[in-house]
């Protein structure tokens, strides 16, 4: 065989592979423009159910009419536009990942599959059980700090009267923009959904070998900072929602923990059944490195 016939023999599978990654795009963004053009039909509905937090606080604040406002003739389209994205992203990821699993399964071992599977499920829900957990906690407590401060500084204001018993001043009242406030639970959402996803990525990283129990407890006090930051820059200038953040994502990075041991544990029983570990072999390890620590001692 001739080495021109030999390139043709392995471009062959490589156009292959091409043409059934294109057909796997192309439904997956098929999947997405449907989702996004449903969301759109019902843009409005989904617009009111992400304001709901700020309507609730507007009510409990004393406004028994709450109203938004867009400035530009564009705005609530483009508003709309931006919630279909995200909710079509939403609607269309088990298309998409269906198709990511099929373009990718075939290359995988019978244990790969049964390993990387699990972990394509749990990923949206944990996404989900984190966007919920933003709208209905996070999100309220932000806006009870931002719209409670101003009500505050309002009733300060409230109180210097002239002497001819009229009040200083002017009145501070909110107008919320319907986009700028969308913007604070949209970024809420994300942020917590992708700080769901700890787990996953802490535990796939520990079936390949990148991350172990050992070093994820080393480093345990590092994590404690980065969250800290993290909860600096994610959440309103409000120590009890930053506190909730913190309470949350140090809950997972611990969770994180427990299931790379269990990988690890499941990782060495697999081996040792297969005859890879001896015990003997561990007791003489065991023993040396008894040995060092004596001889150590005594120097």
Not at 24 to 43: H, N, P, Q, T
Not at 95 to 115: C, D, H, M, T
Not at 199 to 220: C, D, I, Y
Request: glycine share 6%; net charge negative.
């Amino acid at each position: 065989m001739s080495a021109t016939e030999d390139i043709d023999d392995s471009a062959a599978p490589l156009i292959e592979h091409l043409a059934e990654l294109r057909t796997r795009l192309i439904r997956s963004v098929l999947a997405f423009l449907v989702g996004m053009i449903i969301c759109f039909a019902f843009g409005s509905a989904i617009l009111d159910f992400l304001l709901v937090p700020i309507e609730n606080t507007m009510r409990n604040l004393g406004n028994p009419n709450p109203v938004m406002q867009y400035t530009a003739p564009q705005e609530y389209f483009f508003t709309l536009i931006r919630i279909s994205m995200v909710g079509g992203l939403a609607i269309s990821f088990p298309v998409i990942a269906n198709q990511l699993w099929r373009f990718v399964a075939p290359g995988l071992y019978k244990n790969e599959k049964s390993a990387f599977l699990p972990f394509l499920v749990a990923s949206p829900a944990l996404f989900l059980l984190g966007a919920a957990f933003a709208h209905y906690v996070v999100v309220p407590l932000a806006m009870q700090f931002f719209l409670g401060f101003s009500d505050a500084a309002s009733y300060l204001a409230a109180l210097v009267v002239d002497g001819d018993g009229r009040k200083s001043g002017i009145d501070i009242v909110f107008n919320g923009k319907v986009n700028e406030s969308l913007d604070i639970t949209l970024k809420m959402i994300v942020a917590f959904g992708l700080c769901f996803q700890l787990p996953v990525l802490l535990t796939l990283m520990g079936k390949a070998g990148l991350v172990s129990t050992e070093g994820l407890r080393n480093v345990r006090k590092y994590a404690v900072v980065g969250i800290l930051l993290l909860a600096a820059l994610v959440t309103p200038p409000d120590v009890v929602t930053q506190l909730i953040l913190f309470v949350v994502v140090y809950g997972l990075y611990e969770v994180s923990i427990f299931l790379v041991s269990r990988v690890e544990a499941k990782r060495e029983a697999r081996l040792r059944a297969e005859g890879f570990y001896d015990d003997e072999d561990d007791l003489l390890a065991e023993f040396d490195d008894e040995e060092v620590d004596d001889e150590d001692d005594l120097k």
